[in-house]
Nanobody, 123 residues
């Protein structure tokens, strides 16, 4: 049974930083591209970032480029999202995702989803 379990979400002030983690089990982690999506209240889920299986290539959405960094540790079956210079508009439930390729994940072609973790940024 595949599980993606996110953690690290919490309430943080604008300008602050937060690191999300996603621990994967039940799959060959190093065979998958991994990504992060988010969904704000009343909005559709949107792509945030993705990373290739080897960690050598990444992709970001424009709103987070330069502020967020995705990384992975294949020895720990974990993917991370370091979020800096947080803004109130970053408030959302953040979801971990696994897919075949970075471009596929970016286009919402996701094989597995996590349950999400809430990030709230106060102004």
């Amino acid at each position: 049974q595949v599980q993606l379990v996110e953690s690290g979400g919490k309430l943080v002030e604008a300008g602050g930083s937060l690191r999300l983690s996603c621990a994967a089990s039940g799959l060959t982690f190093s065979a998958y591209a991994m990504g992060w999506f988010r969904q704000a209240p009343g909005k559709e889920r949107e792509f945030v970032a993705a990373i290739i299986w080897s960690g050598t290539s990444t992709s970001y959405s424009d709103p987070v480029k330069g502020r967020f960094t995705i990384s992975r540790d294949n020895t720990k079956n974990t993917v991370y999202l370091q979020m800096n210079s947080l803004k109130p508009e970053d408030t959302a439930v953040y979801y971990c995702a696994a897919g075949s390729t970075v471009n596929g994940v970016r286009r919402n072609q996701v094989t597995y989803w996590g349950q999400g973790t809430q990030v709230t940024v106060s102004s």
